[in-house]
């Protein structure tokens, strides 16, 4: 099974702003994910994070309000951009290794004030 | 559009009681169905079924996926107050664009008084 380290595990944000979530594994894996738990809600796909190449997002979802890098196949960032209380959620980063089940990392709870 | 629907939405116990979750789901593609507990942030993995009629077990934890219904079930026996707990159920998707991509139900909230 992949360890995976993600932070930070939480923050408080000012409206406006943007935070960056990062998320480390320690084994190179094919498949990234980043999820979105909004209070009360299960866990929603916000995108595929790609090695090499842009992020395959879901619907609902949009570049310029979430950017995602993956330089490598250990490593991603999730940027949550220009904030609004409604983006107050838990932030999960996770990883397949093909048909094995999803791991997730530790997760990140960021509250916009 | 697929489905993945969690019955009950909730449940209060005492220890020592055994609570059945359900789950069910309208997917393409279907490859296989994962439990997981969540209590804090992250999801823990309990448990993936890929056959049907074939039960999984762990301790005091059970489940089973029946293909034909389109559902699943996750029994805990003698539950504990450690078990309280939000327990989810997901769908992955053999192939295409979906392939990897996890579609979660909405999720158990157990709860288990001493």
């Not at chain 2, 159920?89 to 139900?105: E, M």
Request: aromatic share 8%; glycine share 8%.
């Amino acid at each position: 099974s992949a360890v995976i380290s993600q932070k930070p595990s939480r923050d408080i944000c000012q409206r406006g702003t943007s935070l960056t979530i990062q998320c480390q594994v320690d084994s190179q894996v094919t498949m990234m994910f980043w999820y979105r738990q909004q209070p009360g809600q299960s866990l929603t796909l916000i995108a595929t994070a790609n090695q090499g190449s842009e992020a395959t997002y879901e619907s609902g979802f949009v570049i310029d309000k979430f950017p995602i890098s993956r330089p490598n196949l250990t490593f991603s960032t999730l940027t949550v951009s220009n904030m609004s209380p409604e983006d107050s959620s838990i932030y999960l980063c996770s990883v397949k290794q093909g048909a094995t089940e999803a791991f997730f990392g530790q997760g990140t709870r960021l509250t916009v004030v | 559009e697929d489905k993945v629907v969690q019955s009950p939405l909730s449940l209060v116990v005492h220890e020592g009681d055994t609570v059945t979750l359900n789950c069910s789901y309208e997917v393409t593609n279907f490859r296989s169905l994962l439990w997981y507990k969540q209590e804090k942030k992250a999801p823990t993995f309990l448990f993936m079924l890929t056959s049907s009629g074939i039960e999984k077990k762990s301790g005091r934890l059970s489940s089973i996926l029946d293909k034909k219904e389109l559902s699943s079930i996750l029994n805990i026996t003698a539950t504990q107050t450690g078990d309280s707990a939000i327990y989810l159920c997901a769908v992955d998707r053999a192939g295409g664009t979906s392939y990897g991509k996890l579609t979660f139900g909405q999720g158990t909230i157990l709860t288990v008084h001493p």
